[in-house]
């Protein structure tokens, strides 16, 4: 329903439609809202429900969630009875309106076309997977008789005969015809359905276009965010490492298992919570994300089985080659030094050096060994797990949550089920990762910023901010090549 | 944090900015928008543009956030430094004494030797600021120039940790995990200041000992006699020294020649010891009242203030210009405080939920079915069931003659429904009706059909589309047949669903349980209504 905000009249979307076609699916989606209940059965919807979008607290729009039509045919039975012809047909939706206020009669169709009366443009929604039955001619009809703008919404299509069959009958009663399938829908497709809006309503075309830049920059600023939830992620727990004192030697042995379960559970949480705020960052703060059981190899098994550090992250091929181009740069150093008389020996040395160290420590363990790393007075020893060695750890701790990071972007608020990132490669030996996917400078810029921060981790250094800003370049050019990608 | 809206960011600030920036982290998008909002309307308010002046935005953002405050940790720590400070002064100054104490014993028999006091109170301290500048050149690799550096930053950062701990549970929130305070990750914001931080308090320990030194000097010259003269073995340093006391000097030539020994003194104040106590002096010997009022003390207290002091004092000074520089650097790198500045600055988005009060309505909201075991309200011994094709409905395997009722301008398929539903529901088509379709007054007039005449005595058999939820008009439907009936009309609802090849399917079991809580909402369930069927097995009747 329109109120007034800074004197004007605040532009308004009713969505209405059918019970159980979606309507409220399609305000979630839109509000990037899991609140909204959306339910298969009638009256999950039972009162209006106003979404107001406010940029810096001034109201542009609103969108407003509807019970459905449940006796739209017999509504429409009344309405005709008493309008003579087309000039008397807006007077009888009023009289409808009027005449059953408080009977308990049509109690939907008078919830849902209040705010249509009152000056909302209609957004009507249809599921295009079903066919077109003639008793949907009732319900366009009265919203034709209110004199709203009006656009069909295509909810969930096949793109078959149905959507055709619905395109076709939905052409005679609306002012456009959109598809938005609200359980698919991303940001682009949002982006389309509020320009569809903008074109609906013009009097709230300035609004619609504010709030789109808005949106852009937010998302962008969300996406952002995000890589910087990653980077931290991969610094936490690259660096990560735990020490414990033991009576003596002979305890690491019955106790080493529960030393580095300790370590590997920390690491695990740590990803845990790290997942779980890249899905408020994208408002998805009920989201049922569950690490076991899932069944693709991506998100599905556990961080350290080795079956996912085949599938993500970098290869042990691709670290030696972005350890040889490490080892040459310093090499060349020694060439240049040498005023080109070694003939380029200590580039290659260096290349050859570099590229051997990083292919040995990639094919290392996929999991951490507990060392002794101090002898203390009286036999005890100091025992240390950690900071994981294997270069490749950072890289799958990233891969990881890139993919959660797409399947976020992608998920529309309207969905409810566990998510389930369904890798796309045939065979679970294929990778389904983000990173083996890139170009190769793309690879290298991230392989060298992860090699910084191994780097570090294994001196126990800090990593510094231009190290950690060097890995948020990297994995946000990593997102975006992938993002810009066609589907 | 006090002051308006202008005040500038304080270096302590940067601990508490981040905290502000991990608790907004932790909050995710929702929780963000109030703290948002508010620095959105503050910066609005005073006009502030807040990327020319990212500081004054930043410590806004920090005064709206509820971190600041005199027990936030960057005010905490700020206090602890206070402390520290204090400490290191009173350490220096009663070092600079007991230090300038042992040195200028002088019982009588031998001068205080002027090159022992110089060569341990200012020449051991500018060695260890040359190492501290070498240090500090170094970069990271200062801990291990300096030793007591190191060990210094180390406290400060450890005194913070436990500062943020206790914050942590002095607030009731769960004391931060192993997984919260990696031993190592990610420098800190504050860390490039840390060090510098922990620079000045060297140099206020190096000033303290500088003060004790003058303090001793002067009053032990107050108390007692106090000879000087300069001894060396080396015949080299005995020819240098003469140029050094002048170089030494040359500062404070022009403006306080008191404090410049003359050459003549520098000469005569040489001396040997020879044993039994004796010493000799290397020139004609001195009279009292050059040993007593040369410009020994005064030159020793200058070098002591321009060589050791001052240099302190300008360390200082530098240390608190860096501290700023890297303040301004923090500000400047830091993504994590652009960020935080960018949600002073990018627009904020929300979208808010208002139910809107519709017309008044008679009818109270009727309960609704959350889940299929509820029990329904007016299931009584029977029980309202989702029966599976192919097992017929409980009670209704031989309904032998009824009447079909196409619901929602279902299309009729023909011969093929009714061979179907004689073998699922062994019953026998008599009659058909369309309603629930386009036509109101064609639904009328199903009702009427059926209610009248040899009709009214006929079992009713329902065929809606599964996908369509139950809306009110078919549960008035329903209600009507069952009325106009002789009040034991058993009435089945079969479900169906439709193929795009306008064949007909069975419908899907979550369409069937969707049916299945509407219908509970009917009096008489499971008596003499039965269903939601599913009708056609796959495969079966298309």
């Not at chain 2, 940067?14 to 991990?22: K, N, R, S």
């Not at chain 2, 607030?171 to 504050?190: H, K």
């Amino acid at each position: 329903m329109s109120r007034d905000l800074d004197q004007k009249r605040l532009p308004a979307f009713a969505v209405v439609g059918r019970v159980n076609k979606g309507k409220s699916s399609v305000v979630s989606t839109l509000a990037e809202d899991e609140s909204v209940k959306i339910g298969r059965e009638a009256r999950t919807t039972r009162h209006v429900t106003a979404y107001r979008w406010e940029v810096d607290g001034t109201a542009y729009y609103e969108v407003m969630d509807t019970p459905g039509f449940e006796r739209a045919e017999a509504a429409l039975a009344w309405m005709r009875a008493r309008a003579k012809d087309a000039t008397e047909r807006y007077d009888a939706v009023k009289a409808f309106l009027a005449e059953h206020h408080g009977t308990g009669e049509f109690e939907m169709e008078l919830r849902l076309l209040a705010p249509v009366m009152d000056g909302g443009a209609v957004v009507f929604v249809a599921d295009a997977t079903r066919p077109w039955r003639a008793h949907h001619e009732a319900e366009l009809e009265i919203l034709k008789w209110t004199g709203r703008p009006l656009i069909g919404l295509l909810n969930r299509s096949d793109s078959g005969k149905y959507e055709r069959e619905w395109r076709a009958h939905l052409r005679d009663w609306c002012h456009m015809v959109r598809v938005f399938d609200a359980h698919q829908a991303g940001f682009e497709e949002r982006l389309g359905l509020l320009r569809a809006l903008r074109e609906l309503a013009p009097e709230a075309a300035g609004g619609i276009e504010l709030a789109i830049d808005a949106l852009k920059r937010d998302w962008q600023r969300r996406e952002e965010d995000a890589v910087a939830e990653i980077a931290g992620l991969v610094i936490s727990a690259v660096t990560y490492y735990r020490e414990e004192p033991l009576e003596d030697e002979g305890e690491l042995d019955t106790r080493k298992t529960e030393i580095e379960s300790a370590f590997h559970d920390a690491l695990r949480r740590m990803e845990s919570r790290s997942h779980r705020r890249l899905a408020r960052i994208f408002r998805h703060d009920d989201l049922k994300l569950e690490m076991e059981g899932l069944a693709a190899p991506a998100l599905g098994a556990d961080l350290f089985t080795g079956k996912v550090w085949r599938n993500l992250g970098l290869t042990p091929a691709q670290l030696a080659g972005a350890g040889a181009l490490g080892g040459a740069a310093v090499g060349v150093m020694g060439d240049l030094a040498a005023g080109g008389l070694s003939f380029g020996v200590f580039t290659i040395g260096g290349a050859i050096l570099g590229g051997a160290g990083g292919l040995a420590a990639a094919l290392g363990r996929v999991k951490s060994p507990a060392e002794i790393v101090g002898r203390l007075r009286g036999g005890s020893v100091r025992v240390r797990v950690g900071p994981h060695k294997n270069p490749q750890f950072g890289s799958v701790l990233a891969d990881r949550a890139l993919l959660l990071l797409l399947a976020l972007q992608g998920r529309p608020h309207a969905r409810r089920d566990v998510l389930r990132i369904e890798g796309s490669a045939p065979a679970p030996e294929e990778s389904t990762g983000v990173v083996r996917s890139l170009a190769s400078p793309r690879q290298r810029a991230l392989a060298e910023s992860l090699a910084r921060i191994h780097q570090g981790a294994r001196r126990r250094r800090k990593i510094t901010a231009a190290q950690r800003a060097g890995l948020e370049d990297a994995i946000i050019d990593a997102l975006r090549s992938r993002t810009d990608l066609p589907a | 944090m006090s002051g308006g809206d202008e005040r500038k960011l304080r270096p302590e600030d940067l601990v508490d900015l981040e905290m502000v920036a991990a608790s907004l982290e932790d909050a995710g998008e929702r929780g963000t928008s109030a703290l948002q909002k508010q620095a959105r309307k503050a910066a609005s308010r005073s006009r502030l543009e807040v990327d020319r002046a990212p500081e004054k935005a930043l410590a806004m953002m920090l005064r709206l956030s509820e971190i600041s405050g005199k027990s936030s940790p960057g005010r905490r720590l700020v206090r602890a430094y206070a402390r520290l400070r204090a400490a290191f002064v009173a350490v220096g100054l009663v070092l600079g004494v007991v230090t300038t104490t042992g040195v200028l014993v002088y019982d009588g028999a031998s001068p205080v030797n002027v090159l022992s006091f110089l060569s341990v109170l200012i020449g051991t301290q500018l060695l260890l600021l040359l190492l501290l500048i070498l240090g500090l050149a170094l970069g990271r690799r200062v801990d291990s120039a300096v030793p007591a550096l190191g060990w210094l930053r180390s406290f400060v950062s450890e005194m913070r940790r436990r500062l943020a701990r206790r914050l942590a549970e002095a607030s009731g929130e769960a004391p931060p995990s192993e997984v919260d305070l990696p031993p190592i990750a990610e420098e800190s914001l504050y860390a490039g200041i840390d060090r510098w931080r922990s620079v000045a308090l060297l140099q206020w320990l190096a000033i303290g000992f500088n003060v004790g030194i003058a303090t001793a000097l002067i009053g032990r010259l107050a108390v007692t006699d106090v000879v000087f003269g300069w001894s060396t073995t080396f015949g080299s340093v005995a020819s240098f020294f003469p140029s050094l006391v002048e170089a030494l000097a040359l500062p404070w030539k022009g403006w306080l020649p008191a404090a410049v020994p003359e050459p003549s003194i520098v000469e005569t104040t040489r001396f040997v010891r020879i044993g039994g106590g004796q010493i000799a002096w290397a020139g004609p010997s001195p009279s009292p009242d050059q040993l007593l009022y040369s410009g020994w003390w005064p030159f020793l207290l200058a070098s002591v203030v321009t060589y050791a002091l001052v240099p302190r004092l300008f360390m200082l000074a530098l240390s608190g210009v860096m501290v700023r520089v890297r303040l301004r650097w923090a500000i400047a790198q830091s993504r994590r405080l652009e960020r935080l500045r960018a949600r002073m600055s990018e627009p904020l988005i929300e979208v808010v939920a208002e139910p809107v009060s519709g017309p008044e309505t008679a009818l109270e909201d009727a309960p609704s079915a959350t889940s299929d075991d509820a029990p329904s309200p007016t299931a009584a011994a029977d029980t309202f069931q989702l029966v599976s094709a192919p097992a017929p409905p409980k009670d209704s395997s031989d309904l032998g003659s009824c009447s079909l009722v196409l619901w929602g301008d279902l299309p009729d398929p023909g011969e093929k429904l009714g061979s179907a539903l004689d073998a699922q529901l062994g019953a026998s088509v008599s009659d058909l009706v369309q309603a629930g379709g386009l036509s109101f007054e064609e639904t009328e007039r199903a009702i009427e059909k059926l209610n009248s005449g040899a009709a009214a005595r006929l079992p009713v058999v329902l065929v809606a589309e599964a996908y369509e939820a139950p809306a009110e008009e078919l549960e008035r439907f329903i209600q009507a047949i069952r009325k106009g009936g002789d009040g034991s009309r058993v009435v089945v609802v079969a479900l169906v669903d439709v193929l795009e090849t306008d064949g007909w399917t069975e419908a899907d079991p979550e369409d069937a349980k969707m049916w299945n809580r509407g219908l509970r909402r009917l009096p008489g369930v499971g008596a003499h209504l039965l269903g939601p069927v599913r009708l056609f097995a796959p495969g079966g009747a298309t």
